[in-house]
Nanobody, 119 residues
Framework: QVQLAESGGGSVQAGGSLRLSCVASGILFNNRMVDVMRWFRQRPGNGRELVASLRNSGSTVYADSVKGRFTMSKDDAKNAIYLQMSSLQPEDAAVYLC??????????WGQGTQVTVSP
């Protein structure tokens, strides 16, 4: 059974930084069955917004709203993915969720971690 567990959320002032982590169990992030690893965020009343994606090839894609401020990475030894967030703004406040999609189109989600940014 695949499980994803996020951590690292919290409250910061605008301009601050946070590093989110997502640890997987039941599957290795570098397994060839894994198509893409992603970070989404969800604000109250909004749908999930794709923030960043990473493939095992190393290619990353970022939403325009976070380019230059957020960096997604992976540590195979820890079977974890990360989202380093800098220059945070109030509009970045959301529940952040990590996602793993397999080549078989199975989607696995974590429970989310709350990020709050005060002006």
């Amino acid at each position: 059974q695949v499980q994803l567990a996020e951590s690292g959320g919290g409250s910061v002032q605008a301009g601050g930084s946070l590093r989110l982590s997502c640890v997987a169990s039941g599957i290795l992030f570098n397994n060839r069955m894994v198509d893409v690893m992603r970070w989404f965020r969800q604000r109250p009343g909004n749908g999930r917004e794709l923030v960043a994606s990473l493939r095992n090839s190393g290619s990353t894609v970022y939403a325009d709203s976070v380019k230059g401020r957020f960096t997604m990475s992976k540590d195979d030894a820890k079977n974890a993915i990360y989202l380093q967030m800098s220059s945070l703004q109030p509009e970045d406040a959301a529940v952040y969720l990590c996602n793993l999609k397999t080549w078989g189109n199975a989607n696995h989600w974590g429970q989310g971690t709350q990020v709050t940014v005060s002006p």
